[in-house]
């Protein structure tokens, strides 16, 4: 069945980047996404990438798919303590976009 | 700010209660989701609604009755629940996704359910 995994904790000094990485099963998979969820809140899209791209850039944010090996990654670059938070990863079908199977999310924590 | 309301926040119930879920989006969308979050397990998609119609039922036990009356509301019905049902019950609406496009979900800030 389809599946997203990734790790559950990453920690990081303020400056510095951080990298997420995210896998997943279903070959199928067309769209990618990495959501962000800040305490208490819920999910919000911070940038998805299709399937026959190899990398998106946007601002502090590069996006990179391996889909060989079936693997994402997030790249913050410059980490802000206001990054801190729970990303999720998930993909998507092409003809239903609704459906989203998303990872068990990352929660980064930025410190000082 | 956002334009998905929940509530209740939060929610402590017994397993002999019957309660709900509600769930409000004015952004003019036409599908809308039930999420459940547990902690360590992915994000698990349960319902999902377009026009009204329930498009998706990911083998959610009975004991969760959802309804949709319009494209603007959305519930959750609870009854005889679980210890294990709780977590953080999330509401997100989009355009529908149904055409192949990609449409961003929007996400409520959850409804916190715990079940004594």
């Known amino acids: 069945g389809e599946d997203v995994e990734q790790s559950l904790f990453l920690s990081v000094r303020e400056g510095d980047s951080s990298v997420i990485n995210c896998t997943y099963t279903d070959s199928s998979s067309t769209y990618l996404y990495w959501y962000k969820q800040e305490p208490g809140a819920g999910l919000q899209l911070l940038t998805y990438?299709?399937?026959?791209?190899d990398m998106k850039q946007d601002q502090r944010l590069t996006v990179l798919l391996n889909k060989k090996d079936k693997h994402l990654s997030l790249r913050i670059a410059d980490t802000q303590t206001g990054d801190s938070a729970i990303y999720f990863c998930?993909?998507?079908?092409?003809?239903?976009?609704?459906?989203?199977?998303f990872g068990t999310g990352t929660r980064l924590q930025v410190f000082p | 700010e956002t334009g998905v309301t929940q509530t209740p926040r939060h929610l402590v119930m017994g397993m002999t209660n019957k309660k709900s879920l509600k769930c409000e989006q004015h952004l003019g969308h036409n599908a809308m989701y039930w999420y459940k979050q547990s902690a360590k397990k992915p994000l698990e998609l349960m319902f999902v609604y377009n026009f009204k119609e329930q498009t998706e039922n990911n083998s959610v036990p009975s004991r969760f009755s959802p309804e949709c009356p319009n494209s603007s509301h959305l519930f959750l019905h609870l009854h005889t629940l679980q210890p294990e049902d709780s977590a953080l019950y999330l509401c997100a609406s989009s355009h529908s996704g149904t055409s192949g496009r990609i449409y961003e979900q929007y996400f409520g800030p959850g409804t916190r359910l715990t079940v004594t």
């Open positions: 990438i299709f399937s026959n791209m």
């Open positions: 998930a993909e998507s079908s092409s003809y239903n976009t609704d459906k989203l199977i």
